[in-house]
């Protein structure tokens, strides 16, 4: 199998990207990098940078890192490229160029990431070139051909990753290629035209070949076909990679990763790690602080994310940054501690949270900073000439600690089930992003988030649940439901139904099948399920932080949109808008609960971080009857269980930059005592546990 052939702890970074480093330095590389605990390489297989004639491959940069690495005990993951394209196919396929919605084709241009050219202003995962022109698909075909017949049984190789931070521009593809193919695609799923202009509420298409792809973004039923097709298309390709390379070598590792963008991207930008996640053996992702963020609950959130689109694969810190950020427009403005330079215990702390949240491995995002283009001197760990520095030592002292026999105990328990799920709806996301394009307000984002920063700093952990995988969870929060397709709606009675408990924000399923407002509300039936009829409802997020109502007497700021409700039999109302209508109501529908809450506390909490929408949080999971399973004393350090059979073992970090004292919980019994992971010489203080500055516990219980 070909995850047997990881390491036990991969630990390591991506190294080659053809302008750096200096080939002078690769050996002496290799050789630190392997004394240091080092134990994978990615680099970057670019197709402009190895077919520099049609059917002319330069492969000897590349066969060099091989060798390297199998001479060094290091295993290479190769990071397949096809995105870039060789300027000799830029004029060759001329006729298959990407072309933007404003009409403008997507040039080549010279790489951010490596200083090559082949690169297409944000393009995401797609190339200059569209992979829907056959042409061009063979010709990209035949170099991952080549390249797989090459390295196919390399002592040095481990595996592909097929597509780098899975995403693709919202702004392609309208070639005459990719429209062709949607129109393919439509006559597939609709059969005749006449079935079509009902769909679309378009009557004029007198040929297939009259439809045009939507270029405004819009809230319409043909925005949504696009939607849809643009990340059938491109997943396809992804498979197409993967079918390819299979064809070769069937014992390779196949491997991508994503950037945990699927809040709030997977419908502008196709980023579906879920989807991304089923199509590999090994998933990941890229969480770079200097651009997301370096709250813990931004540290935590994308290892979150990955680890539920992974349903319990393996999954790593594919790219974890080792090195300052220093004139990228996102750190623009902001203190120098954050994450504007990356410090030993930052890496420290990066590396134990993805760790805690699950990863099985990471990799920095440099091995060394580039020393061309705008990104020069980012990311690495070791200095730029390639000398050691306190940062790559303490990533040395971590790999070499991860991959350590006696840590083949703690990493084989794995994180415990979250304490609630917090309900991902693709079709919502996807309505409020046609809906709210032209004016721009962040609710999904900003609900999203702010329900799981709301239940995050309340110290409770939250799961990312796909609607595909709510079967696993008994207690489900709903931050932004406002659409929902009649399969999805029918899902979601049923799970309530055979005993489930939901909690949802405003206007659940508003937006039914093709987008379609439905005349009674809450939509698809969901009346009976939350045992209300809408009273009232108000679509005004830009002044949505005027709400406010109250949940068992306690004041709470809402956000986003109002609903207010008139009850129905069952329905017992909680909670009212200042203005006295009813906010909040509570339901038994068959085995199951509801608790229907008429506007977005996630919001309010993201803008404003109040301590009543805090408390909310708090408030409606012990509406619940669900308590954390780990509770501490300090909630400004963070907590995560792990299990193996009866063997329970606890994770506790610190962000803070003082020491932090606190006593812990698991299951309402106080932890006492246990084996100690990390740190080696740690004892603990009278019950309590004392935790450095941006530091991590790691203790196996000792079961009462």
Not at 303 to 321: C, F, I, N, S, V
Not at 350 to 366: C, D, E, H, P, W
Not at 487 to 500: F, N
Request: charged share 25%; proline share 6%; aromatic share 12%.
């Amino acid at each position: 199998m070909p995850l047997d052939k990881l390491p036990q702890t991969p630990f390591g970074a991506v190294y080659f990207r053809k302008s750096n480093p200096p080939r002078e330095d690769w050996e002496r590389d290799y050789g630190v990098a392997s004394q240091d605990g080092l134990n994978v390489f990615r680099h970057w297989f670019m197709w402009s940078a190895i077919e520099r004639r049609p059917g002319v491959y330069d492969w000897d940069d590349y066969d060099r890192q091989m060798d390297l690495a199998a001479k060094n005990g290091i295993k290479t993951v190769i990071a397949e490229l096809t995105h870039t394209v060789p300027d000799w196919a830029w004029r060759k396929f001329g006729h298959a160029r990407v072309i933007r919605a404003d009409g403008r084709e997507l040039e080549p241009i010279m790489g951010v990431s490596a200083a090559v050219g082949g690169f297409a202003h944000n393009g995401g995962g797609a190339g200059s070139l569209t992979m829907n022109c056959p042409e061009v698909k063979e010709a990209a075909g035949a170099f991952l051909t080549a390249l797989a017949t090459r390295y196919k049984g390399h002592p040095g190789l481990l595996g592909y990753d097929v597509w780098n931070e899975v995403n693709y521009s919202a702004d392609v593809d309208y070639s005459e290629w990719m429209q062709a193919d949607f129109r393919r695609w439509l006559q597939g799923k609709y059969g005749t035209l006449d079935a079509l202009a009902e769909a679309w509420y378009r009557y004029s298409h007198a040929e297939w070949d009259d439809i045009q792809a939507p270029r405004e973004v819009a809230a319409y039923p043909q925005n949504l076909d696009w939607l849809e097709f643009k990340k059938a298309n491109y997943y396809d390709q992804m498979q197409w990679r993967i079918d390819t390379i299979r064809a070769v070598d069937q014992d390779c590792l196949i491997a991508a990763h994503g950037v945990g963008g699927a809040i709030p991207n997977m419908a502008s930008n196709g980023s579906d790690d879920w989807l991304a996640a089923s199509k590999v053996e090994l998933y990941g992702l890229t969480w770079v602080p200097g651009r997301r963020g370096f709250k813990p609950w931004q540290n935590f959130f994308g290892p979150d994310l990955t680890r539920a689109a992974a349903r319990g694969k393996k999954w790593w810190h594919a790219e974890r940054p080792g090195g300052p950020l220093w004139m990228q427009p996102q750190v623009l403005g902001r203190d120098k501690e954050d994450a504007r330079v990356m410090e030993p215990e930052d890496i420290r702390l990066l590396t134990m949270t993805s760790f805690a949240a699950g990863a099985t491995g990471v990799l920095n995002l440099r091995y060394r900073p580039l020393l061309d283009g705008p990104l020069f001197g980012a990311f690495g760990s070791y200095g730029m000439d390639g000398s050691r520095t306190p940062r790559s030592d303490m990533a040395s002292d971590l790999a070499k600690w991860a991959n350590a026999p006696e840590q083949q105990r703690l990493f084989s328990a794995r994180p415990v089930k979250g304490d609630i799920g917090l309900l991902v709806i693709p079709e919502a996301q996807a309505w409020d992003y046609l809906l709210s394009h032209k004016h721009s307000p962040e609710t999904y984002r900003q609900a999203m988030w702010g329900a799981y920063r709301g239940f995050f700093d309340n110290g409770v952990q939250a799961d990312w649940v796909h609607i595909d995988d709510i079967a696993g969870y008994d207690v489900l929060y709903a931050p932004y439901p406002i659409s929902m397709t009649s399969q999805t709606a029918a899902a979601l009675r049923a799970w309530v139904e055979q005993g489930g408990t939901l909690i949802s924000e405003a206007t659940p399923g508003y937006f039914g099948d093709r987008g379609k407002v439905g005349t009674v509300q809450p939509n698809h039936g969901l009346d009976a399920v939350f045992g209300v009829r809408e009273d009232e409802v108000e679509f005004m997020p830009d002044i949505g932080d005027r709400i406010s109502f109250d949940f068992r007497g306690q004041p709470v700021r809402g956000g986003g949109f109002l609903q207010s409700y008139t009850l129905l039999a069952g329905g017992k109302a909680l909670g009212a808008f200042s203005d006295g209508r009813t906010a909040v109501v509570e339901h038994e529908f068959g085995q199951g609960r509801t608790l229907l809450v008429g506007t977005h506390p996630g919001v309010g909490y993201f803008t404003r971080s109040e301590a009543n929408n805090l408390a909310y949080f708090a408030g409606v999971l012990d509406w619940a009857g669900r308590k954390p399973r780990v509770t501490l004393s300090d909630n400004r350090l963070q907590a995560r269980l792990h299990q193996d059979g009866n063997r329970q073992v606890l994770w506790l970090l610190n962000p803070t930059r003082e020491t932090a004292t606190v006593s812990v919980d698991v299951d309402g019994e106080r932890v006492t005592a246990g084996t100690v992971y990390w740190p080696v010489n740690f004892e603990p203080n009278s019950g309590n546990f004392t935790v450095a500055p941006r530091d991590v516990l790691i203790i196996e219980r000792q079961q009462p």
